[in-house]
């Protein structure tokens, strides 16, 4: 299934209609007035992220489909789909590991838009990473080079924090700073501690999905070269 351009294109397109939808519902889009503050939260921007990655791949898939026919490679980008995969993957397990917790009694967690930008979407980019990208496309520069993401994200929120721009969630009141963990107002100097302990744990994941990437592609080498073996074996007994 993983080199069938159909299957490949219409998980594809499937997935980036519920990204746009959830992105839209949880801004504010379908109720008419547009929540600004949203687009500022690292959830929403890692899900615009992964928005922007399965248009991309969508977009290659329906290209080699027509040119080339329904079968063969359905792997694009693989380097910024496991950058994106690791970001939001980050979402996930941060929002469910130590926001939920700490916000749980002040929404409802099992909203939807909560589900689809904390759940379903990074879901969608995982299945899709790792069972259509091609594995050993990771470079051991690359867990470094992610962390810029959650880094300038950190940098954008200081800044517009003490800029004065104010984040509200519903229950919650209203803070400079989008998440209590980079909250200077509320832990002082305290936000480094924390910002460390996220950044060895970002670092330490993208470690292990370069560790991963490579046990994958030597496996991929072994069954491909087993699979060619046994063609030659084939073709000279007939």
């Known amino acids: 299934m993983r080199n069938n351009r159909i299957f490949a294109l219409c998980y594809r397109l499937i997935a980036f209609a519920l990204c746009l939808f959830g992105i839209l519902y949880t801004t504010g889009a379908f109720s008419g007035e547009i929540r600004w503050t949203m687009f500022?939260?690292?959830?929403?921007?890692?899900?615009?992220?992964?928005l922007i990655m399965f248009g991309l791949l969508a977009i290659?898939?329906?290209r080699d489909l027509k040119r080339n026919g329904a079968h063969g490679p359905t792997s694009y980008f693989e380097r910024l789909s496991a950058v994106i995969t690791l970001a939001i993957t980050?979402?996930?397990?941060?929002?469910?590991?130590?926001?939920?917790?700490?916000?749980?009694?002040?929404?409802?967690?099992?909203?939807?838009?909560?589900?689809?930008?904390?759940?379903?979407?990074?879901?969608?980019?995982?299945?899709?990473?790792?069972?259509?990208?091609?594995?050993?496309?990771m470079k051991r520069q690359d867990p470094w080079l992610f962390a810029l993401i959650p880094f300038t994200y950190f940098i954008q929120a200081t800044i517009l924090g003490f800029s004065g721009v104010r984040y509200g969630i519903s229950g919650t009141g209203s803070s400079r700073f989008p998440y209590f963990f980079i909250d200077f107002d509320l832990l002082g100097a305290r936000v480094f501690l924390y910002v460390a302990?996220?950044?060895?744990?970002?670092?330490?994941?993208?470690?292990?999905?370069?560790?991963?990437?490579?046990?994958?592609?030597?496996?991929?080498?072994?069954?491909?070269?087993?699979?060619?073996?046994?063609?030659?074996?084939?073709?000279?007994?007939?």
């Open 40 to 50: 500022l939260y690292y959830t929403t921007e890692s899900n615009i992220l992964v």
């Open 60 to 62: 290659k898939t329906a």
């Open 90 to 137: 980050v979402t996930m397990l941060i929002f469910w590991g130590l926001l939920a917790p700490y916000i749980g009694g002040m929404m409802d967690l099992l909203a939807y838009s909560n589900l689809q930008l904390h759940t379903f979407t990074p879901l969608f980019m995982i299945f899709d990473h790792f069972f259509f990208a091609h594995p050993g496309r």
């Open 197 to 238: 302990a996220i950044t060895v744990f970002f670092v330490g994941f993208a470690y292990l999905m370069l560790w991963y990437d490579g046990k994958r592609a030597s496996k991929r080498q072994l069954t491909d070269q087993e699979e060619t073996e046994r063609s030659y074996a084939f073709v000279h007994r007939r």
